[in-house]
Structures are given as structure tokens and as C-alpha cells.
């Protein structure tokens, strides 16, 4: 009984001293900083490079915090995990996850995931989240943007703001006052200007849209890519069915309540173009077969007719 006693005592101050090393390395790697400048005023213990707590009145400069960074302008120089409040946050190194609240300005470089919230933000890489009046993020996987004007080139987002661009993703949705999308080959667009610089896959629903691919809903429809495009009051240059008061230059299917002037099928009051055309009056040119109430072909055989014509040249 006495031996087994003795053991346990043994192997307990084996643990303790265990727990005192681990201590002991974590307090000799890690430090507390206090009131600083450029450096710090007070360092526990005064050579680690690597810092738990960290404040400064202006400018404070760490090697590499795992913990809360407070002041002015807050700089972390090689590698950060933690919390960053001041007037300006920035992470120069590798950012392993960090929220940084910054009245003026929030940078973070090498990301793998951080929240931003100030007055303009800046994300590098990883996945991201950004509340402020500009929010600027690239190179990144996912990025979620909420503010006055948001700027992204991540492969999926979330933007919500007055002025919303993204440049090189798969998916995007926007939604806000003005939408553009450059490179996403799939998302959804809702605002009140939206425009697409390469044909795509989207969701569109705007007053104004420019550019096209998917399903385009609105007021204006230009430069209309391939799927749907139904405008109230104009639809220029779709490639697939165009709805609207006004088709012009579409292909495909063009049903307008006043005008069409395409190729393909064009139902509506006056129509022009190729095709097969159905309305009150058809102006066609050649390969145009004509049903309606006046039918001009003016290069061909017969230059008008009632009920059915075709434009032969």
C-alpha cells in the first residue's frame, strides 16, 4: 500500500513539473505588451516575438500576435489569429483567422478567414466578411460585402451595397443600386442599373439591364446575351426568346406588342427582318414569309400583298 502510495506521489510531481515547463514556454514564447509608441514600453518577457496582448496610444508594431491588438494604428508583421481595434488594423503576414474593427482602415494579406468591419477594408485571399462604406477583396474563395461600394474577385460571393463589381468568380449574387459583373459565369443580379460584361448564366431583374445570358427582367434590356429577355419597353440584341413593347435585333423568338426587327419568328404589330414574321404589318427582307394584314417584301416578285407574301430576293 505504502509503495503503490509512494508511486502516485511520483508520477503526480512528474505531471507537475510537466505543467510547469508548459507554462513556462507558452509565458517565454508569448508576451504582454503595455502603453507603447513604435516599440513597446513594457514587454513580458522582454525578448519573445510573440505577443498575447498588445496596446499603443499611436503606432504599434508586433512581430506576431495571438490574442487582441488596441490602438491607434495597429501593424502585425509576420503572423496573426486574434482581434485588431484601433483607428487603422493591418496584417502584412499570414492572417490565420482575425476580426479586425477599424474606424478609418482594415487590411488583411494572406487570409484564411477574416471579419472586417470600418470605414474602407481590404481582403486578401481565403474567405471573408466586410461591413463598410468600401470594401475591396481578391484572390479569395468566398466573400460576403455589405456597404456603399463593394469590389470583388473571389470565385463565390454576396454583395450588397449601392455600387457593387466583381471581376473573376463562378458565382456571384449582387444586389443593390448598380451592378457589374466582368467575369462570373454564374450568379443573380438585383438593382436598378446591372450590367454584364461577358455572356453568362444570371439571374437579372433590374430597370436598366445591360449584357445578357440566363434570364434578363426589366424595363431595358440591351446587348442581350442568349436565354430570355422580357423588357416592358425595349429589348435590343437577344439571342433566344425576346418579350417586350420593342424587340430590336434579336434572333431567335421576338414577340412584341408594337415592334420587332430581327431574325427568326417575329409576332407583334410591325415586324422587319428575316424569318417567319406575323403581324398587322410585315416589312421583310429576303427568305421572309409574311402572314398579316399588309405584306411588303421591297426587292420582291410581288412588293405588297394582303394575308401572305414571301420575299423571294
Known amino acids: 500500500m505504502n509503495m503503490k502510495y509512494n508511486t502516485f506521489l511520483i508520477f503526480k510531481r512528474i505531471l507537475s513539473l510537466f505543467g510547469i515547463f508548459g507554462y513556462a514556454t507558452f509565458f517565454l514564447n508569448c508576451g504582454v505588451t503595455g502603453v507603447s509608441g513604435s516599440k513597446s514600453f513594457v514587454r513580458v518577457p522582454v525578448r519573445t516575438g510573440t505577443e498575447v496582448v498588445h496596446f499603443s496610444l499611436s503606432h504599434g508594431e508586433v512581430k506576431n500576435l495571438y490574442g487582441i491588438n488596441l490602438g491607434g494604428v495597429n501593424t502585425v508583421k509576420e503572423s496573426l489569429a486574434g482581434i485588431q481595434i484601433g483607428g487603422a488594423n493591418l496584417s502584412e503576414g499570414d492572417t490565420y483567422a482575425t476580426t479586425q474593427i477599424g474606424l478609418i482602415y482594415n487590411s488583411s494579406q494572406k487570409t484564411g478567414f477574416a471579419l472586417q468591419m470600418g470605414g474602407a477594408n481590404d481582403l486578401e485571399g481565403g474567405t471573408g466578411a466586410q461591413i463598410g462604406f468600401y470594401n475591396k477583396e481578391s484572390k479569395g474563395l468566398f466573400a460576403l460585402q455589405a456597404g456603399g461600394v463593394n469590389s470583388a474577385e473571389s470565385n463565390a460571393g454576396l454583395q450588397i451595397g449601392l455600387y457593387n463589381e466583381e471581376a473573376k468568380g463562378l458565382f456571384t449574387i449582387q444586389t443593390g443600386g448598380i451592378n457589374l ?6 450568379g443573380i443580379q438585383v438593382g436598378i442599373y446591372n450590367k454584364k460584361s461577358r455572356s453568362s448564366i444570371h439571374l437579372t431583374a433590374g430597370v436598366v439591364n445591360r449584357g445578357g445570358g440566363g434570364v434578363t427582367l426589366g424595363m431595358i434590356n440591351t446587348e442581350g446575351g442568349p ?6 419597353l425595349y429589348n435590343s440584341g437577344g439571342l433566344g426568346v425576346n418579350v417586350g413593347a420593342i424587340n430590336n435585333y434579336g434572333t431567335g423568338v421576338n414577340l412584341g406588342l408594337v415592334y420587332n426587327r430581327g431574325r427568326g419568328i417575329n409576332v407583334g404589330a410591325l415586324n422587319i427582318g428575316k424569318g417567319f414574321s406575323v403581324g398587322a404589318v410585315n416589312i421583310g427582307e429576303e427568305g421572309n414569309f409574311q402572314i398579316g394584314a399588309i405584306n411588303i417584301c421591297p426587292n ?14
Open 181 to 186: 459583373s466582368e467575369e462570373s459565369k454564374t
Open 227 to 232: 436565354g430570355l429577355n422580357a423588357g416592358i
Open 300 to 313: 420582291g416578285v410581288f412588293p405588297i400583298t394582303i394575308l401572305v407574301n414571301y420575299c423571294d430576293k
